[in-house]
C-alpha cells in the first residue's frame, strides 16, 4: 500500500473538475503539464488564464522531498518560521554524506561515525516535525521517491535539482531551495512563474546499444545547458509509450542540465506496471479512473506545434548511443564517431573507471542491462580494462539485484559495490590522496553531470556521461573510442570476439523484495522531542535571521567577476565540504573559490581593493565585511547552473555580498538569491559585462525605487575616475521586493507566524 494514499485520492477527486475549469478559462485543449499546474493552484479552482513565462502563480504542491545535504539548512530554516509541525507530507533522505571508498559496508560505517552528530540532527528534527526519515544507507532520494511516493498527476517540490526524477512517474516534481520547501512546510503557497512548455515527440522504438540515456544525452545536444530555462519538458508520442517507467525516469531526471524547469510523461500502461510492482496498485487503480485526465488532451498531441512554444521529434529507431562531455553534459558524441573528436581534443582515450548508478541509472533495469555487458565479458574470457564502481539507488533495488545474482556478476570482475548512495556522483568519492595535482584521464558514468572536478576532485579528470550498459562496455574495453556495435575485443585466448547487444528486464521476474528498507516514521506529537545542536559544533549551527541590505548601496566593491561557466559547484563546491552544509559559516569558507577570476583567469584568486593585495575570495570578502564595505558579483550566462543548492545563494549573502549582476541565471539560482534577501540583476546590455573592471566601485542610483518591471540603473566608477552608468534588469514581483524589504523570505514568514 502506498504512503499518503488518502492525500493521493483526494488530489484525484478534484483533479477532473479543476482541469474541466481550467480547459473552460484557457480557452483550448491542454497539454499534461498544464493540468498539473491548473490542478495544483494555491486558490483551487482555476479562473484565471496565465501567460507562460511571464505570470507569477501561487501553488499548492503535494509533498517535499530532502537530502541530508540540503536538509539540514532547510529544516534549519523551518525551525525559526514557528511551525510545529509540517504541512505537507515531506521526507529527509540520508544519501549524500557517504563517501565512496573502499564499498557498502565499511563505507557506510564509516559515514555513521563521522556524520552521526548530522544524522542524528536530521532524524530528531524530522521526528519533532512530522518528516519522515530514510536512513543512511536506504537509497539515493530520487530512486526511493520513484519506488515510494511518486504518482501520476502530482506535484511535488524538493531541496535537490534531480527532484524532476519523478517526472518518469508523471508527475510535475520541481527542484527548488530549502527556502522555497520551507514556504511549503509552514503551510504556505510555493510560487512559480508559470512555465514556457517545449513538447519532445519520441518515435520509433528504442533497441540494440541505445537507451533511454541517449534520449536525453540528445536532448542536451539540442537545447544546450540553457536551453530548457523557464520550460517543462513535455515527452510523448509512440516511443514515449514504448519506454519503462525506470527509463522515463531518467530522462527526466537529466532535464536538469539542460536547465528545464521540469519533464514529465503522460500516464500509461508502463507506469501502472511500476506501480504495481512497487506494492502501490491502490494508485493504480486510482489513477486508472481518471487516466485520460493524467495525459494531454488528444488534439495536443495529434496538432503538438499548436500547443508547445518549442517542438522536438526523435526517432527512437534512428536514436544512436552517446558520449557526453567532458566538462559539460550537453557536448554530445555518437557511438563511433569519437576517435577523431578524442585526439583533436586531446581527450585520453584510455578510460580508468567505468561507474554505474547514481540517481539517475540505478534501477533494476539499469543494473540488470549492464550486469549482461558484465556477463559476456566472463563467458567470452575478457580481463576488464578500466575499474567497475556500482551504486544500487535503493535498498530494495540491491537486495533484489543480489537476490537475482545481478550483483555478483559485477562482483566476478572485481567491481565495487558501493553504498545505496549518491557518492562518485557528487563528489563523494575517495579516488585520490590529492585530487589537485592528479593526472589526466579519462572516466566514463552514468551519472546526470560530469563539471570539472564534480566525481572526484580532479581537474584533470575527463568524465563523459553514458547509458549503464554503454558505461560497462567501454569500462571493458577500455577506451573512450570503443564501438561495440561494430569493434572487436581479444580475449585471454587470444581470440577476436564481439560483445552482444544488451538485454535485462524493465521489472524483476521475481517481483521487487527488501528486508529492511531503511525508513523511520515519525511520531504522532513531537512536541517532546528535544533538537540539540552543541554550540561548538563544526557541523551545525542554528541561523541568525539576516539584516536587510537596505536601499541604498553606495562604494560598493567588485569581489569577483567570474568569467565562463559558473555553476553551483563553481559557488559552492560539494565533495569534502559536504560536511560543512548545517553550519553556514564554516562553509561559506569555499564561497566562490572555484569561480574563475576574469581578470587572471585564476581560481581562487581575487584582488582586495582595500589593501591592493590578492587573496582568496572568502578571505577577502570576510575584509570587506569587517570594514561594512558592500560588494557585488558580476558572472557571465546562465549563472548558477547545476545544483538546487541554496547555499550558493546563503554564502555571498552570509558574507556581505549585495547584488549578483550576471548575463542571465540558472532559474532555482536566481530565485535562492531572491530568497535571501539579495538583488539579483541581469545586464540590459550583455556588452556592459566587458564595462567592468578590477578596482570598480559601484553606487546603485535608484534603488530606492525599487519596483516591478522598473530597471535599476549603476553607476560604476572606474579607478581613473572615469564613470559608465549601466542599465540593469530584474525579474522581482511585489512579493519577492518584500523579501528584500524584509531581509530574506524567512524573516517576513517567521514575522507573520508570529
Not at 112 to 132: P, R, W
Not at 195 to 212: E, F, H, Q, Y
Not at 311 to 323: F, G, V
Request: aromatic share 8%; hydrophobic share 40%.
Amino acid at each position: 500500500m502506498a504512503f499518503d494514499i488518502d492525500m493521493i485520492k483526494k488530489v484525484y477527486e478534484n483533479f477532473p473538475k479543476r482541469v474541466d475549469k481550467a480547459r473552460e478559462v484557457v480557452g483550448k485543449p491542454l497539454t499534461l503539464s498544464e493540468k498539473i499546474l491548473y490542478a495544483h493552484l494555491w486558490d483551487g479552482e482555476p479562473n484565471t488564464a496565465f501567460k507562460r513565462g511571464k505570470d507569477y502563480v501561487d501553488f499548492a504542491p503535494d509533498r517535499i522531498a530532502c537530502q541530508d545535504a540540503t536538509a539540514q539548512m532547510a529544516l534549519l530554516q523551518f525551525m525559526q518560521a514557528g511551525k510545529d509541525k509540517v504541512a505537507v507530507p515531506t521526507t529527509v533522505h540520508c544519501d549524500h554524506l557517504i563517501q565512496a571508498k573502499q564499498g557498502a559496508a565499511v563505507d557506510l560505517k564509516r559515514a555513521n561515525e563521522t556524520s552521526s552528530e548530522v544524522f542524528d540532527f536530521l532524524a530528531s528534527v524530522s521526528n519533532k516535525y512530522g518528516i519522515g526519515f530514510w536512513k543512511p544507507g536506504a537509497g539515493i532520494i530520487h530512486q526511493v521517491v520513484l519506488e515510494n511516493y511518486a504518482f501520476p498527476g502530482g506535484m511535488m517540490i524538493g531541496t535537490d535539482s534531480h527532484t524532476v526524477n519523478a517526472g518518469g512517474l508523471g508527475m510535475v516534481a520541481i527542484g527548488v531551495g530549502g527556502a522555497d520547501a520551507v514556504d511549503v512546510m509552514a503551510g504556505m503557497a510555493w510560487e512559480l512563474k508559470f512555465p514556457k512548455l517545449i513538447g519532445v515527440k519520441l518515435t520509433g522504438n528504442i533497441s540494440g546499444w541505445t537507451a533511454p540515456k541517449d534520449v536525453i544525452l540528445k536532448v542536451a545536444e539540442i537545447l544546450t545547458v540553457k536551453g530548457g530555462t523557464g520550460a517543462i519538458v513535455e515527452y510523448f508520442g509512440p516511443g514515449a509509450k514504448n519506454l519503462s517507467c525506470t527509463g522515463k525516469g531518467t530522462i527526466c531526471n537529466m532535464g536538469a542540465e539542460i536547465g528545464a524547469t521540469t519533464s514529465t510523461f503522460g500516464y500509461d500502461e508502463s507506469m501502472e506496471r511500476y506501480l504495481r510492482a512497487t506494492d502501490r496498485s491502490d494508485v493504480a487503480d486510482e489513477a486508472n479512473k481518471i487516466k485520460e485526465y493524467l495525459t494531454a488532451d488528444d488534439e495536443v498531441y495529434e496538432n503538438p506545434e499548436q500547443y508547445f512554444d518549442q517542438l522536438i521529434e526523435i526517432d527512437l529507431s534512428t536514436l544512436m548511443p552517446h558520449l557526453n562531455g567532458p566538462f559539460t553534459p550537453d557536448l554530445a558524441t555518437e557511438v563511433g564517431t569519437m576517435t577523431e573528436k578524442a585526439k583533436s581534443n586531446d581527450w585520453p582515450l584510455a578510460v580508468e573507471w567505468g561507474l554505474i548508478g547514481s540517481c539517475t541509472n540505478s534501477s533494476y533495469e539499469d543494473l540488470s542491462r549492464a550486469s549482461s555487458i558484465a556477463q559476456q565479458a566472463l563467458d567470452k574470457k575478457l580481463k576488464t580494462k578500466a575499474e567497475f564502481g556500482i551504486n544500487p539507488g535503493s535498498e530494495q533495488v540491491r537486495y533484489t539485484t543480489e537476490r537475482d545474482g545481478i550483483l555478483d556478476i559485477f562482483e566476478k570482475l572485481d567491481a565495487t559495490i558501493f553504498t545505496n548512495a549518491c557518492g562518485p556522483c557528487i563528489g563523494q568519492w575517495a579516488r585520490y590522496e590529492d585530487p589537485k595535482n592528479a593526472p589526466k584521464n579519462s572516466i566514463v558514468h552514468s551519472f546526470n553531470r560530469n563539471f570539472a572536478k564534480r566525481a572526484d576532485g580532479n581537474p584533470n579528470t575527463h568524465a563523459f556521461v553514458a547509458s549503464p550498459e554503454m558505461t560497462a562496455a567501454i569500462a571493458i574495453a577500455g577506451r573512450l573510442d570503443f564501438n561495440p556495435m561494430t569493434d572487436k575485443l581479444i580475449n585471454e585466448d587470444g581470440e577476436e570476439v564481439m560483445l552482444d547487444e544488451p538485454t535485462g528486464w524493465e521489472l524483476p521476474p521475481k517481483g521487487f523484495e527488501v528486508k529492511e528498507n531503511g525508513y523511520v516514521d515519525p511520531v504522532a506529537d513531537g512536541s517532546d522531542v528535544e533538537v540539540i545542536v552543541a554550540p561548538d559544533s563544526e557541523r551545525l549551527e542554528l541561523l541568525t535571521p539576516f539584516e536587510p541590505i537596505g536601499d541604498e548601496i553606495k562604494g560598493a566593491k567588485l569581489l569577483i567577476k567570474a568569467f565562463g561557466k559558473c555553476t553551483t559547484d563553481h559557488i559552492s563546491m560539494a565533495g569534502p565540504w559536504l560536511r560543512f552544509r548545517g553550519h553556514l559559516d564554516n562553509i561559506s569558507n569555499n564561497c566562490l573559490i572555484g569561480a574563475v577570476n576574469a581578470y587572471n583567469k585564476q581560481t581562487n584568486m581575487v584582488k582586495n581593493q582595500l589593501t591592493g593585495e590578492f587573496g582568496g575570495v572568502p578571505d577577502t570578502q570576510r575584509d570587506y565585511k569587517a570594514k561594512g564595505i558592500k560588494t557585488i558579483v558580476v558572472g557571465d550566462h546562465n549563472y548558477g547552473e547545476g545544483s538546487s543548492r541554496e547555499h550558493a545563494a546563503m554564502e555571498p549573502r552570509h558574507l556581505g555580498v549585495a547584488a549578483v549582476l550576471v548575463k542571465s541565471f540558472a532559474r532555482i539560482h536566481e530565485t535562492n538569491l531572491k530568497k535571501q534577501g539579495m538583488l539579483a540583476l541581469t545586464f540590459d546590455n550583455e556588452a556592459d559585462y566587458d564595462l567592468i573592471l578590477e578596482d570598480d566601485t559601484f553606487n546603485f542610483l535608484d534603488l530606492n525605487e525599487f519596483a516591478p518591471d522598473k530597471p535599476l540603473n549603476i553607476e560604476v566608477v572606474h579607478a581613473d575616475g572615469s564613470k559608465d552608468v549601466i542599465k540593469t534588469n530584474h525579474s522581482y514581483n511585489d512579493a519577492q521586493i518584500a523579501w528584500y524589504k524584509a531581509g530574506s523570505a524567512l524573516n517576513l514568514i517567521a514575522k507573520q507566524n508570529a
